[in-house]
């Protein structure tokens, strides 16, 4: 056994040689706003009663996303997030939000009541 200091990764099995880890990462889809069909929905499931609107449907990466969680926070005047590939929006702007992202250039509907 040697002692080589120059590799700090120590594997006792691999059945492929190189660590190809960007290879084994899923690709998103980058489609432009366009392209893409939205839904704007208020949601209240599993947030103790406090109303949030959803924005679903995106295809593409998540820098882009945070990007625009940040813009609809700021013209919404209220906090919100990115969860799984989906934007959060803390209480109901569900036109507001549907007008900003029409002249963003995004196809978006309302969704649900």
């Not at 190809?20 to 929905?41: M, Y």
């Not at 998540?62 to 997030?81: A, I, N, R, Y």
């Not at 803390?90 to 029409?102: F, P, V």
Request: charged share 30%; aromatic share 4%; with cysteine.
């Amino acid at each position: 056994m040697s002692s080589d200091k120059s590799s700090n990764k120590r594997f006792v099995y691999r059945e492929f040689g190189n660590d190809n880890s960007a290879a084994t990462q899923r690709g998103v889809p980058e489609l432009p706003p366009q392209q893409q069909n939205l839904k704007v929905e208020a949601s209240r499931k599993g947030r103790k009663g406090k109303t949030v609107t959803v924005i679903s449907g995106f295809q593409t990466k998540p820098e882009v996303l945070t990007d625009l969680v940040k813009q609809l926070k700021s013209q919404c005047g209220s906090g919100g997030t990115v969860k799984d590939n989906e934007i959060e929006i803390q209480g109901e702007h569900k036109q507001k939000i549907l007008d900003i992202l029409t002249k963003l250039g995004y196809k978006a509907k309302i969704s649900g009541g």
